[in-house]
């Protein structure tokens, strides 16, 4: 009985996830597809982007079954283009976006479309990470909720609503009001309309959606993970569970 209510908790925490996204994809038939690989060009002002797929969510991985993992993707005065640098975004223009660099392309389209149509629909964002973005030596947690007080004296304190798998599942028999630390490394970022700014922590306001990033061992607690201050908080961050 012990055994079977932890899968029950567990599959409750999982619709917490993903239970936004798809409702949302009922009510339109859209699905957020991401495709991520290498520039095979120089963008340019090209009205669309040659890329060598390596990776991609479960939607983008499912229509490249069978497929070249060489595609083209259209973009144009829709689509959004961010640079990330030492965990800060930047929006740019196109033509920043160089061969060989690490992108993440994502498209909006029904989910019954061919990859074909969903790379000729405009891709609404497209992330460039630069050539060699390092890679993270431990896993990530990452929980979501509206922020419950003031950040102040290196601590952030949310009502838990949403995260990734990992954060979920240590969130299990706690409560939903937990305390996340942040230290000078932290890097703030507020989102309006899809635009990032880099803020301080004093800017964020109470009923925010955040969204906190740390990494730390898999075999920690969570009070541990809390005790190890976050990489990345994000105010009203786009495109995460909720």
């Given at each position: 009985m012990r055994r079977r209510l932890m899968y029950v908790a567990l599959a409750a925490f999982a619709l917490l996830?993903?239970?936004?996204?798809?409702?949302?994809?009922?009510?339109?038939g859209q699905q957020t597809y991401i495709f991520n690989g290498r520039?095979?060009?120089?963008?340019?002002?090209?009205?669309?982007?040659?890329?060598?797929?390596?990776?991609?969510?479960?939607?983008?991985?499912?229509?490249?079954?069978?497929?070249?993992?060489?595609?083209?993707?259209?973009v144009g005065s829709g689509t959004q283009f961010?640079?990330?640098?030492?965990g800060v975004p930047t929006v740019v223009p196109e033509s920043n976006l160089v061969a060989d660099d690490v992108v993440s392309v994502q498209v909006r389209a029904p989910r019954d479309y061919s990859l074909a149509q969903i790379e000729s629909t405009q891709a609404f964002r497209v992330a460039d990470r630069g050539p060699s973005p390092g890679h993270a030596a431990k896993p990530l947690w990452l929980l979501i909720g509206s922020l419950n007080a003031p950040a102040a004296n290196g601590k952030v304190n949310i009502h838990v609503q949403s995260g990734n798998w990992l954060g979920l599942r240590k969130m299990l028999g706690q409560s939903l009001d937990e305390s996340f630390s942040y230290g000078n490394r932290t890097i703030f970022i507020l989102w309006r309309g899809g635009v990032p700014t880099v803020i301080s922590p004093s800017q964020l306001k109470v009923g925010d959606r955040i969204s906190i990033r740390v990494r730390a061992p898999r075999s920690y607690s969570l009070q541990?993970?809390?005790?190890?201050?976050?990489?990345?908080?994000?105010?009203?961050e786009p495109n995460t569970p909720s």
């Open positions: 996830a993903v239970g936004a996204s798809s409702t949302l994809a009922a009510r339109g520039l095979l060009a120089d963008a340019g002002n090209s009205s669309s982007l040659y890329v060598d797929i390596n990776g991609g969510n479960k939607p983008a991985l499912k229509k490249l079954v069978g497929q070249n993992d060489q595609q083209s993707f259209a961010l640079r990330w640098s030492h541990q993970a809390e005790q190890v201050p976050a990489n990345h908080i994000g105010d009203h």
